[in-house]
């Protein structure tokens, strides 16, 4: 089974600052998909960023982007020129290339928003 | 733009009822999911289901079951609840189709207390 581990439960940064947060996975396959989920406080969870394992190229989307590395089994997320509206729970997520399309979550980082 | 709703934002049920958090999508996805969030835990599957009257599994079914009569509806039924049920519920769904990295898309999740 694959396991997602995030190992920063709580992190924040200052207004306009950049900051990582950190994911770890465990999986014997050699193709799948990575992904970060954003949640607000609104509850509503949003696609923040997609990886997929068989591209070497790290997924960029406006000022989010990933450092994926697939030897290490590492897959973090930069937010840079952080906003207030950035604030909220993020999960880390891996989902099976083929088959059912169920997700595999972290267990979570809040980030918080200095101003 | 994919819209998963879930009949309620909050719920208080009194130990020992049988409960039914409804989910409906509108995009014509195949697949639908039931995850439980804890603090701590992240999100764990309880369910899922690929097709109409097929069901699967997840990490943590016990004291759960559930139906999908229709293509867009999936229901999460809490057999007799109990107070350890108290959690965030969330639902999701994807398009279904393998070997293209879709997204999965929530609802913006029922909490549930039980007393």
């Known amino acids: 089974a694959q396991t997602v581990t995030q190992s920063q439960p709580e992190m924040s940064v200052q207004e306009a600052e950049t900051v990582t947060l950190s994911c770890t996975y465990d999986?014997?396959?050699?193709?799948?998909?990575l992904f970060w989920y954003k949640q607000p406080p609104s509850r509503q969870m949003i696609l923040v960023i997609r990886?997929?394992?068989?591209?070497?190229q790290n997924a960029t989307e406006n000022r989010f982007s990933v450092n994926f590395q697939k030897a290490a089994k590492s897959f973090s997320l930069k937010i840079s020129d952080s906003q207030l509206g950035d604030a909220a729970m993020y999960f880390c997520?891996?989902?099976?290339?083929?088959?059912?399309?169920?997700?595999?979550f972290g267990t979570g980082t809040r980030l918080t928003i200095i101003p | 733009d994919v819209k998963v709703t879930q009949s309620s934002r909050y719920l208080v049920k009194r130990t020992g009822e049988k409960v039914f958090l409804e989910c409906v999508q509108d995009?014509?996805?195949?697949?639908m999911f039931w995850y439980r969030q804890d603090p701590g835990l992240g999100l764990r599957l309880i369910y899922f289901?690929?097709?109409?009257?097929?069901?699967e599994k997840g990490d943590i079914p016990e004291g759960y079951s559930v139906s999908r009569e229709k293509k867009e509806r999936f229901s999460l039924i809490l057999e007799s609840a109990s107070t350890n049920q108290t959690s965030m519920y969330l639902c999701?769904?994807?398009?279904?189709?393998?070997?293209?990295?879709?997204?999965?898309?929530f609802g913006q999740g029922t909490r549930l207390t039980v007393v």
């Open positions: 997520a891996y989902r099976s290339a083929g088959g059912n399309e169920k997700l595999t």
């Open positions: 995009m014509d996805h195949e697949n």
């Open positions: 999701a769904s994807s398009l279904g189709w393998d070997g293209v990295n879709t997204e999965a898309f």
């Open positions: 289901s690929y097709d109409v009257k097929m069901k």
């Open positions: 999986t014997s396959e050699s193709d799948y998909y």
């Open positions: 990886q997929e394992a068989y591209k070497q």
